[in-house]
């Protein structure tokens, strides 16, 4: 049974970095991807990165050569790094783990999700 935990919201000022952070205590490596999404309120909620178990990766193109994201050697914990963080970047970030698409609605239904960490980004 696939149990996502996150860590590592805070709030921060522009400019800073945060890293987040998940565990799937019950993966199976089962080749699938592991990602985080993010909604704001009022906002289109937004597939932020993914990684899938042989390291192929997506970034939206808002977040590119800001975030990164890495899996570990176990294919169980994803990590996001977050630099040069904007006060755009505040959001409810959630950690996702099977097929991930675009469309959140569609991947709320498909897999598992965490129950979020909020990230708050002062100017």
């Known amino acids: 049974q696939v149990q996502l935990v996150e860590s590592g919201g805070d709030s921060v000022q522009a400019g800073g970095s945060l890293r987040l952070s998940c565990l799937d205590s019950?993966?199976?490596?089962?080749?699938?991807?592991m990602g985080w999404y993010r909604q704001a309120p009022g906002q289109k909620c937004e597939l932020v990165s993914s990684?899938?178990?042989?390291?192929?990766?997506y970034y939206a193109d808002s977040v590119k050569g800001r975030f990164t994201i890495s899996l570990d050697d176990t294919k169980s914990r994803v990590t996001l790094q977050m630099n040069s963080l904007k006060p755009d970047d505040t959001a409810m970030y959630y950690c996702?783990?099977?097929?991930?698409?675009?469309?959140?609605?569609?991947?709320?239904?498909?897999?598992?999700w965490g129950q979020g960490t909020q990230v708050t980004v002062s100017s």
């Open positions: 019950g993966r199976t490596n089962d080749g699938t991807d």
């Open positions: 996702a783990a099977g097929y991930l698409g675009l469309d959140c609605e569609r991947s709320r239904r498909l897999n598992a």
């Open positions: 990684i899938s178990s042989w390291d192929k990766t």
